[in-house]
Structure formats: C-alpha cells, structure tokens
C-alpha cells in the first residue's frame, strides 16, 4: 500500500497565510504580497517543500483537499516554488482539469475551437511531461481532428483512455513535477547555479486564468524598465485569445507601435491599470518585476510576477534609481550589483542580443570587446593605427618591444601566455580587450595568417573581434554596445566609496593611466613600473646606449639624458595626481629586454651605437641569461649597476620640489623591487638617501619621502620582520610572489593552467584568485612579521590580485591598507570593498 502524502499543511494564498519562502518557495511568497497588494491573482494553494519533498519518494498525494478549494470548475495551473528563483524548476503545467466534461463545458461559452486548443494543449504537455511518451508524437498545433489524434494516440501507447479524473490529474501534474526536480540533470543545472545540494521545491496549483473568450481576452507580460539599458520604459508583449508567456510573431506590442495596434489603443483602461499594478509591485516588492498577466473578457488577473532579467548595466540603473526613489537603502543598491559585474560596464561589449561567429576561445584576460584588423606585429599596429585603422595586435606572446604596438591597437590576441603574463597585464592597464593563451589557434608568421581551430584562415587587414570578456574571438564585425559610465555608474561608486573601508589604488604607469585613476576616485597609485616608461622611440635608444656603455662616465652619460626625460614623467603624474600618494617603482625587469632580438633590430642599433653589428651582436648575448626572470633584475640590478636607481631617485626627488612647487605637496613612495635580503635594502637606501640630500641642498627644498619594498620572493615574505626595520611600507607583488612560491612561470601556465584547473590540480589559476593557502600564508607570514618590527609600516598588495574580489577580502580581513590594481579595475574592487564591509 503506498503511503498517502499528508495535505493537511497545503496554504490557501491570502495576505494572513502563513507562508514562508523557506517553506513555500519565493514564488508563493511573491504572489503573497501581490495578494498583500490587492493585484487580482486567481485563487493559488501552496503545497509545502516537505510535501513536495514526500511525493517525489513516492508517496500518493490525495488531491481531493486541494481540488475542494477550487470547487467544481477545477481548471488549474501547476507551477513550481523554489527558494531561490535562480534555482529554476520544473515548468509550468497550464489546463489540469481539462477533460471531455470541461471541453463540453467551454465549448458552449468559449466556441469549440478554443476548447479543442485548450484540451489539445494540455493532452499535449500531459503526455510528455507526465506520461513521458514521445514528444513527436503529440507535435501537432491545433487543427481540425488535431485533439482527437492526440487523445486516441496517447490511449494506443498508454493502453488507457486519457484520464478524466481531475484529481488523479493533479496527483500526476505533482508528482512528475516533484520527480523532475530530484532528477540528476536538474541537480547539476542548480547546483551550477549555485543551489545547495539539498535545495528543496515548493509547488503551487493556481485556477487557470483562461485568456480566451469574449472581448478583451489573451495574455502577455509587461515589464517598466529596458532589460538592457536599466532606463524607465514600458516593453512586453500581449496576444489576443492565448495562454501562457505570449511569445510569437502575431503578438500585439504594448505600447503605441508602427508595427500594429497596440494594448495601449486597443484598450487604454486596461493599459493603466496594468501600469498601476507595475509600480505598485516596484514600490512594495522594492524592485522591478516583469508581470504575467492574463485577461479574460476585459477582467484582468496578475498571474506571477518574475523579477526583470538584466545586464550589468541595467543592474546598476536599477538599483541606483530604486535608491534614489527611497524604495531601498544605499547599502541594498551597493549589495545588489555583483562587483564584477562593473567590468562590462566600463568597456564596449559585444551586444548579447546579436549574433556571434565564433572563431575561437583563449583565457579572457582583460575584458571588453572590439573590432579591428589583424595585424601580426607592432611595427603594422602603429601603421594602422597611423592610417586610421582600429587593429588587432596577434602575436604568439608579447614582450616590452610590443608596448608601443598595444598602444596602437584596440585589441590584443596571443596564442601563449596565462594571466599575468606580459600581454595580460599590459592590457589590463591599457583598458584594452585581450585574449591570451589562445592556443586552439595557429599564427604564421610568415605568410601572415591565423588559423582557427575548425580551419578557417583570416589573413593580415581581415576584420574579427576580440572579446576579452568571455576569451572568445568572433569572425567578423560584432554588433557592439558602448561603455555606460553614466551618472548611476558614478553614484553607485561615490556612495561604495563612503562604504569601503580598505584603500583602492591604482597601478599607473603613464599620465593616460593616472587620469583613468582619478576618473575612477583611485586613492593613489599604488605601482608605476618606471621601466614602461622607457619604450617610447626616443627613450629606448638612450636606453640602450646606457646599457652599452663601457664604464660608468659613459654610463652616467646616457642616463643623464634619461633624467629630464624620467622628472618630466614623475612631474605629469604628481601633477595630475594632485598630492594623493603616488607610488613609484625602481627599475625591475632585466637589462636584457630592451635589446633587439633579431637581426634586423641589432643591424638598427649598430647603426645608431656607431658600432660593428658584431660588436652589438656580442653584447646582447652575452647579456642574455638562461632564466632571466630569477636573474640579473630588480634591486639585483640597483645593487650592481647603481647609476640607474641614483637616476630615477633624483628624476623622483627633482619631480617632487617641482610638483610641490607649483601645486599640493607631494611625498613621494619609492619602491624597491625584487628584494629578497635586508642587506639589499640598507645598500639602496643609503643611496636613495644620499640623493635625497643632494637634491635638498642643490633645489634648497625640503621635501619628505617614503621608502618601501617589494615584497615578491618568499624569502622576502619570511623576512619581512628585518626588512621592515628599513622601510615604510611593504607591498606584496603577488605576481611574482605566487610564480616563486609555486614555481610556475607567469608566461607560460596558460599552457597547462585549464587542466590543471579542469582536473582540480588548482582549485582556480592563482595569476587570478589569490592561493590564500599557500601565497596567502606568505602574506599573513610577512605582513606579521613586518607590523611586530614595525607597528606603523603600511602594507598592501600591489599584483594583479590587486583587483580581485575573492583577493581583495583576504587583504581586508588580514586587516592590509589597500590594494592596487590596475585603474580600469579600481570600480570593482571599490565595491567589493564595499560589500564586505556591509
Ligand atoms: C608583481 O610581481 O606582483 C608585480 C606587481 O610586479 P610585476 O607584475 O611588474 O612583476
Ligand atoms: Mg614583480
């Protein structure tokens, strides 16, 4: 004997009904305060996760109580009521009751037509969804002898009639319902979408609001705001004699359309009324809903009410006017848009309503999207960008001789690469959309093609699009929606910035990306990497001559042209700045990076060295090194080759009288790279001191400064207690941090950092997420240690992690001053900041 499911705790809706969320769902909570609101929605009985719980493992639900409710007219709708409305459901099953009685019955007052449609429907989704017969079988649309093949079909392949009993209807509806929720796929799709693995169903059974019949009858959906721009407009769609969400070509618009008649002149009452009930939903279920509403002779019922599907744009809007209006709190607004989701906001993006051709797929490592033509070097990027034309840099990696070629173009793609390497960073500071580690697709040189996985070749001046959102590149135009740093966008940051209680700063290397800072209220730059500053063409000769020099008078030389070149730097960015903190990194990368790296480049520079080319060619290699980024770089080079930082500190110092001058006082941060002893830092900063003197007593100017180190050796990390003792502060380069402390080169895990990934080797690619348990102990390691030596030292995180949401609470709970990143991040992680303080 099969158990029978106790009823007895089903709710009738009505505003007193005890109904919970937790126990009912969200969608018996939401028609509760429809009721609540005196919308007119048709009599709904909630059955209870428990019950629903109990009927998918079998027992028998006797409806009989439930159909008592709805008295002898039982047609009912059956719809599900998860908790969370992400967690999706069953769908809904409309017409339960429907049988040869009810089909007589609204033959005689809807016309024979409608009934056949009305039963054939309901036969239709019955025998699938309940009976789980073949689909194909029971395809057909309305139509002469359509509902008689459908019942006569369903009796040959279920050996019985098709049942007549409303209540042993609704038993199945229930039970197949209940059924599919338990059902493994439908496990999976939640659980993706976040659900625990116990996450329980609701159901409800609701009279069918039948949208047919005389007068003004149908059904359709009405929402007040652009799904995709979040602005105040009325869309939706209406159809006459129909049930169900009205999607299909013979729909009336609502509004006043060119297309046709509209709800709005066809029956202007019925309009208001429904825009009455929009606002009424805005105003007391505090967001904006999409309505579904039915309308049967004139009379209108509000069926369910589904919050409006929106992009991030929207999102901001949104919750920005919701406040604004006094309908919810600032801190709400704040907590309704998803940090991340700020990204899209910033950049164009491809148009999610518009075709895509997708071409191929890479790591998504600076987000955006944009249209240009291939070009396969730096040299053809700057061409393009010279003619005019918007391009798209592809290379197998870059290094710092592609700088000026990302500057050209609007987009960038490379075949290796992960993160953090060149390509992605550069990138990320530039605000420009790029793909790296694109391995599906082949690049040749030679003839200047890249091919894609499934074959097709696009060759150099053909047209695609990068989207560095999602790491796919399109063949082709894609349509393209602008960035939306509108007003909503600007409140909801000054009102994250009253909230946020971690300092934002941003990683700025060019007066371009200090302006892009202070667009976005950075609170300082957090890292200048000086050694950007060296690639423009006028630069990298000095450079290079500099680095040539036989002995430190022609070395000093060289650098004394640089000086002015650096102060004039320093002087734009303390400028614009306008005494916010501003620090500046000593130059970090090895030497070796700003020589040529082939032939042709060395002949260029033999050529303006006045030099043999095997002269030229000599030096460079033997300033290569066969693991250059553990080599000769960073304070290694401040200590041996020491002209250089004496240079940059007196460009720095010579900048700050001068900033200071003529505008708020500047106290400049210098910053020593790649440290990874003590001794290092004592040897620098006697130097760095003894110019400080010097520009004091040359400029008569006094002028404070605050000396840091780089902390991005583990050993760096673990000595962190004796380095304090030299330093103000100390900022975790987690980059480097986390390629040491794994061993595992920046440039090159794209390689193998989605199996790693896929095969949960890693839980996430730490170039991204910071490893809280492996770096993340270093940082807690080195900034203890630091603070016991040094109580005031101010300790930060300057790598990429920088703009991290899951990064930036690990710095915030390990009570860290800020965070840098790079400045198109800065809108993220100041709401993420925002939101772990609330
Ligand atoms: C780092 O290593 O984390 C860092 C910020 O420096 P870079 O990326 O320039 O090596
Ligand atoms: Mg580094």
Known sequence: MQKIADFSEFVKLSPAAPVQATRHGWRAKCLQRLIRLDLPVPTTVALPVETVRAIAAGQMPDTGRIAAVFGSDFLVSVRSSPENPEWGGPGTVLNVGMNDAMH????????????????????????????????????????????AAALSAYHAETDEPFPQDPARQLAEVLRSMARAWEGTTARLLRQAKGAPPDAVLGLLVQRMALGIGPGISGSGTMQFVDSVTGAPRIMGRFRGQSQGRAISDDTLFLTRDPRGLSLEELAPEIFAVLCGYGSACRARLREEMQLEFAIEG?????????????????????????????????????????????????????????????????IAASPGAAVGRIVFTAAAAQASAARGEPCILVRRETGPEDIRGMHAAVAVLTERGGMTSHAAVIARGLGLPCIVGCTEVHINSRDRSLRGPDGRTFLEGELITVDGSNGEVLAGTAEMLEPALDDGFRTLLRWAETVCDIGIRANADTPDDARTARMFDADGIGLCRTEHMFFDEDRLTVMREMIFADTPNDRRVALDRLLPMQRADFI??????????????????????????????????????????????????????????????????????????????????????????????????????????????????????AVASAVRTEMKADFAYRLGVMVETPRAALRAGEIAQHTHFLSFGTNDLTQMTYGLSRDDAGRFMSTYVNQHVYAEDPFHILDVEGVGELLLMGASRGRAARHDVTISVCGEHGGNPESIAFCRAAGFDYVSCSPFRVPVARLAGAHFAL
Do not use: W
């Open 104 to 147: 007589a019955r609204l033959s005689d007052s809807h016309g024979r037509e409608a009934a056949d449609a009305l039963y054939l429907r309901f036969v239709q989704s019955y025998a699938t969804h309940v009976a789980r017969l073949d689909p194909d079988m029971f395809h057909a649309g309305p139509g002469e002898g359509a509902l």
């Open 298 to 362: 004139g009379r209108i019922s509000v069926i369910d009410t589904v919050r409006v599907a929106r992009s991030a744009r929207a999102t901001v809007k949104i919750a920005v006017a919701l406040a604004e209006d006094g309908i919810i709190t600032r801190e709400d607004a704040l907590l309704r848009v998803e940090p991340r989701a700020l990204t899209e906001l910033l950049h164009y993006q491809v148009d999610p309503r518009a075709p895509r051709d997708r071409f191929a797929r890479g």
């Open 572 to 689: 734009a960015l303390f400028d614009i700045m306008a005494g916010l903190p501003v620090c500046i990194r000593l130059f970090d990368p090895p030497l070796h990076e700003f020589l040529p790296h082939d032939r042709e480049g060395m002949r260029e520079l033999a050529e303006a060295l006045d030099r043999p080319l095997s002269e030229v060619t000599r030096r460079v290699e033997a300033l290569s090194e066969f693991n250059p980024m553990l080599g000769m770089r960073g304070v290694r080079l401040g200590v041996t080759v020491p002209e250089i930082y004496d240079m940059q500190a007196r460009a720095i110092f010579e900048a700050t009288v001068e900033a200071s001058r003529r505008g708020a006082p500047v106290v400049p941060e210098v910053m020593i790279p790649l440290v990874s002893a003590a001794r290092e830092v004592e040897i620098v900063k006697t130097r760095i001191d």
